[in-house]
């Protein structure tokens, strides 16, 4: 039975030890077991969420999300073209209680785990890329904070239950213009000051993926303090402070409304400083965690590259030359290339949904954080040559506007920039194979 994605199964309470469970939600300790050994224990908790709660509530949860999907790619086009924003998906979405499957079923959530979160990305991403990007990480807020349970549980309930009742995502704002992203390491130039009802925050930050739809951003911050510390501080929208720069003109991803988010001492109350704590306490992460981010991705980009492949195949069926007298389907060295796509999207299939079991089994590695890194170097790379095989095989109809092959070419070419990029994975491969260290980060 798969491990869930937002139940808190294993936790017993305050005072009482945490369990170390192989769930991107189980309550996670900085004390792992021990390297290079699979998880200790012998078989998965008892899970009910993604066997009852999913079927009773989304008996047809795939034909759902494959109907939605088709409607999503009805407006795809038009969103990158404007570079505007898909509400209506969003609403979509909400009513067919597909915005809470990262929830705890305590809070109304479906607590769905890894394999079911990466085929309900990847279907979504098949019909708007965009659409699936912002969903996906609105899912990983929602499962890294359930696994955790570090946020204070009062605010943690109430973004839960609105995320159920409403249309209510959120999303991480971490990136800066002078930083980069801190998974390169450094501080945050973003500054929360201690006042007397909370703190007061101010920054800039670049590339908040869904900013035109996020009720919340989980700000990365630094203290004033002398010894600064560093966390996430939850920042509603519509409080005195914010604003959204619509700064966001890029090559693919267009509707993901990835502006800047400007913060002008926005004033929070104190528990929505959700998880604080000095720099050199963040040099462990949990792994699962970051296996999720992983994950999550390659099966974004494998949905694209499928995409690309799908309007291929019929275009291929269906585009007869008339000095073949045929389909150029026919032809042996098309279908040569066409099969190879199949191979390496075949390949992507594997490597993906293999490790999402495991996991879901309990049976992955305690290294998992970077074998699901591994996963999204070769299923990304992957996919943008499976899509860029397409380009090649028709020449300038893939590249034309009104083919999607060329959208899909932008989009897959964004699997690049997401933390942790090709050089840091390949990097942690190497260490890891040669038994090299590496250096402390320096926050």
Known sequence: MPVELGRRKGYRGKNEQKLFLPSILAPYTLTPPNPGVKSQMSKPPVLEASATATTKFLPNLFELVDSLAADFATRAATHDRDSSFPFKNFDTLHKAKLLSLTIPVEFGGLAVGYTTACKVIEKIASGDASTALVLTMHYLQHANAARHRRWHPAVYEKLCRESVEGIALLNAARVEPELGTPARGGLPATI??????????????????????????????????????VGSFLVPRDIPGVKIAETWDHLGMRATGSHDLILADVCIPPEYALDVRPAKAWSQPDPLMLAAGSLLLSALYQGVATAARDWLVEYLNERSPTNLGASLATLPNFQTAVGEIEALLYANHRLIYSLAADIDRGEHHTNVNLSAQTVKYLATSNAIKAVEIGLQLIGNPGLSKKNPLERHYRDVLCSRIHTPQNDVICSALGRSALKIKKLANVH
Not at 199 to 204: E, L
Request: charged share 25%.
């Open 192 to 229: 929360a000051k201690r006042t007397l009802d909370g703190w007061s925050i101010t920054g800039h930050k670049q590339y908040t993926t869904g900013s035109p739809i996020l009720r919340y951003f989980v700000v990365w911050a630094r203290t004033n303090d002398d010894e600064p510390q």
